[in-house]
């Protein structure tokens, strides 16, 4: 069947990959949500021939995937940027993303976590040294919060899920999930050391993929001091292909958290997390490392 014939079939998979054909465009899709937005910049990520690159851009363009906004006048230079259609590509990307690591990284098993020494952990420490993508999520009244910009040294505890008393909460089997439990533990517990990370010059914020206003229930219910704020469209997830795993229906990070410099650059991170109260101890050592105020 003619690739043409495919994207005419009455199927929406069939016509997504008349737009989505070849595994370069989700490549493309991919860094451009994680902040790589310039020709060259993309050319030198992905190693693809500049005609090639080419060819594929404009094709996105073409079909309402990206966008270009230009740059430079002389010479005419553009970025590439996700449209509201790319945008809904996210999830996509990010089902790829815990497929390939569960079922060809992996075991198949479903977990919440993963081993030290796996490629996902080598995955994820490796974007220290890597700025956040512009990213604005959603807190509790869902006006959005933005994670990058705010000229100071911030702690993104992003956590599997966490629900208010008399609320729908958490999904069948949860408990038996390796590294689901835990979530309120280790908010109550950031919220008993705000004071401290306040005082070494970081400020907090729980991320979760839950809708905002579970995370506003939960907020007041546990008292948390500081904010939780939504990824529920995988802005965050997909910018920096973080970790995630699927219950109840629901896409959700895997624990981990990140200490993000002034300038947005991420400078340390916990992943696998195994301890979710001590890991706040930790982070809040790393927090004092950094910014070089003794406690």
């Known amino acids: 069947m003619r690739r043409e014939d495919l994207a005419d079939a009455d199927c929406g998979i069939a016509q997504a990959l008349g737009v989505l054909g070849d595994w370069w465009t989700f490549l493309i899709v991919r860094d451009v949500a994680g902040g790589t937005t310039r020709f060259d910049a993309l050319q030198r990520e992905l190693g693809v021939s500049r005609r090639a ?5 404009a094709a996105l363009v073409e079909h309402g995937v990206l966008e270009r906004r230009p740059y430079s006048r002389h010479p005419p230079r553009f970025d590439y940027l996700l449209t509201p259609k790319g945008e809904g590509l996210l999830p996509v990307l990010i089902a790829l993303q815990d497929w390939g690591t569960r079922h060809l990284m992996g ?5 919440a976590t993963a081993d030290a020494d796996s490629a996902e952990a080598r ?13 604005a999520l959603p807190g509790p009244d869902g006006q959005p919060v933005a994670l990058t910009g705010g000229g100071a040294w911030s ?3 992003l956590f599997p899920g966490a629900y208010a008393p008399g609320t729908q909460g958490y999904p069948p089997g949860w408990a038996d999930i390796p590294g689901a439990r835990g979530c309120t533990l280790e908010s109550t517990t950031y ?6 990370f306040q005082t070494s010059g970081a400020r907090v914020w729980g991320v979760s ?4 206003d579970q995370l506003g229930d939960f907020a007041a219910h546990a008292g948390l001091p500081f904010p939780l704020l939504s990824d529920q469209d995988g802005r965050l997830a997909a910018g920096l292909l973080l970790p995630t795993f699927r219950a109840g229906g629901i896409t959700r990070f895997k624990r981990l958290t990140l200490l993000v410099d002034p300038s947005s650059v991420v ?29």
């Open 53 to 57: 690159l080419t060819e594929r851009l």
């Open 107 to 111: 075991d198949g098993e479903l977990t």
């Open 123 to 135: 995955r994820v420490h490796d974007l220290i040294g890597r700025p956040l993508p512009e990213v």
């Open 155 to 157: 702690v993104l505890y």
């Open 191 to 196: 919220a008993d050391r705000y004071a401290d």
């Open 209 to 212: 993929t839950q809708r905002p």
């Open 267 to 295: 400078r340390a991170v916990q992943f696998p997390v195994t301890d979710p109260a001590g890991s706040v101890q930790e982070m809040l050592t790393l927090v004092r490392e950094h910014t070089r105020i003794p406690g």
